[in-house]
Nanobody
Framework: QVQLVESGGGLVQTGGSLRLSCAASGSIVSIYQMAWYRQAPGKQRELVAAITNGESINYADSVKGRFTISRDIAKNTVYLQMNSLKPEDTAVYSC???????????????WGQGTQVTVSS
């Protein structure tokens, strides 16, 4: 089975920064896309940022210019650097790995358990 382990969430004041990390493990050959989603209370889950193994990157309009996604393909790890945080960024941030190819298996998609990010005003 594939595990996604997230770290880096926490409480920060408006204007502060946090860096999220997500490491995938479990006999992985390759991962097509890694992404961060978030879900605030009472709202639907939304894509924050995504990056493919070809380094194609996509951001939600609300985070462009403030957040930066990057990945270490060799370590199967994705990062999200979040700067100039706002109270509206408060949410549970979840890591997603899409098109994961494992030894002896086809491609599947996986989710992490989520990490809380709280931005105080």
């Amino acid at each position: 089975q594939v595990q996604l382990v997230e770290s880096g969430g926490g409480l920060v004041q408006t204007g502060g920064s946090l860096r999220l990390s997500c490491a995938a493990s479990g006999s992985i050959v390759s991962i097509y896309q890694m992404a961060w989603y978030r879900q605030a209370p009472g709202k639907q889950r939304e894509l924050v940022a995504a990056i493919t193994n070809g380094e194609s990157i996509n951001y939600a309009d609300s985070v462009k210019g403030r957040f930066t996604i990057s990945r270490d393909i060799a370590k199967n790890t994705v990062y999200l650097q979040m700067n100039s945080l706002k109270p509206e960024d408060t949410a549970v941030y979840s890591c997603y790995a899409g098109g994961v190819l494992r030894y002896g298996s086809g491609r599947s998609n996986y989710w992490g358990q989520g990490t809380q990010v709280t931005v105080s005003s």
